[in-house]
Nanobody
Framework: QLQLVESGGGLVQAGGSLRLSCAVS???????????MGWFRQAPGKEREFVAA????????DFTDSVKGRFTIFRDNAKRTVYLQMNSLKPEDTAVYYC???????????????WGQGTQVTVSA
């Protein structure tokens, strides 16, 4: 089973940047590089929504329309870590951000098998 731990959240002004990290550990039948990794977020009063995903090879990525051009997802398989670089942040980006993982699937579904505990991102106007 995988364990996913997010970090890097915090309070930032609109227009600023944050980088979220998701460190993956634990015993599993497959390696970190075998997993599609992604990020979801949940704002107060809203359903959890997909944000970004990166394929197991690292060669493809997908983003929800509201973050295209502002967010980047990348992974370091040697460090067993996936990152979400968030630039030009808007108050509408305020949410709890969750890291997720699924074995060799593309695109990432809305119900991955593995989830982190979440990290709060708050963007002030």
């Amino acid at each position: 089973q995988l364990q996913l731990v997010e970090s890097g959240g915090g309070l930032v002004q609109a227009g600023g940047s944050l980088r979220l990290s998701c460190a993956v550990s634990g015993r599993t039948f497959s390696t970190f590089s075998s997993y599609t990794m992604g990020w979801f977020r949940q704002a107060p009063g809203k359903e959890r929504e997909f944000v970004a995903a990166i394929i197991w090879t690292g060669g493809k990525a997908d983003f929800t329309d509201s973050v295209k051009g502002r967010f980047t997802i990348f992974r370091d398989n040697a460090k067993r870590t996936v990152y979400l670089q968030m630039n030009s942040l808007k108050p509408e980006d305020t949410a709890v951000y969750y890291c997720a993982a699924e074995v060799t699937t593309w695109p990432l579904s809305n119900a991955p098998h593995y989830w982190g505990q979440g990290t709060q991102v708050t963007v002030s106007a």
